[in-house]
């Protein structure tokens, strides 16, 4: 991983890690609920950030290099497969949607 991208997503690890601890301690201490799901939110948010440096490096690195050696089909698929980790690109998954996609409105 290049060293700038390193040290970026570690000190967004380090500061979600963090602000998941201080959520820990609201819920430990029976918060308002609403005040316990903003904090997630943000702690969420912090943990995508730091998914997108990481897929950056990746584009920057690993991909452009298996470009240049030619093995374009490969690594599309294997770039194809990490995004459906990504929530960002893709959006939430629900499982029981892929297999029965929510039907059509009715309309009168």
């Known amino acids: ?3 700038q991208h390193r040290r970026s997503v570690v000190n967004r690890l380090r500061t979600a890690r963090g602000h998941l601890d201080a959520v820990l301690r609201m819920v430990e201490e029976d918060a308002y609920c609403p005040d316990v799901m903003k904090q997630l939110s ?5 943990l995508e950030r730091a998914s997108r440096i990481v897929l950056r490096n990746h584009l920057e690195t690993c991909v452009a290099a298996a470009m240049v050696a030619g093995r374009t089909g490969e690594i599309v698929d294997e770039l194809m497969e990490a995004m459906r980790f990504d929530r960002v690109t893709t959006g939430p998954i629900d499982p029981s949607e892929a297999e029965n996609p929510p ?6």
Do not use: L, S, W
């Open 1 to 3: 991983m290049k060293e």
């Open 42 to 46: 943000a702690v969420q948010g912090q």
């Open 103 to 108: 039907a059509a409105p009715v309309t009168a």
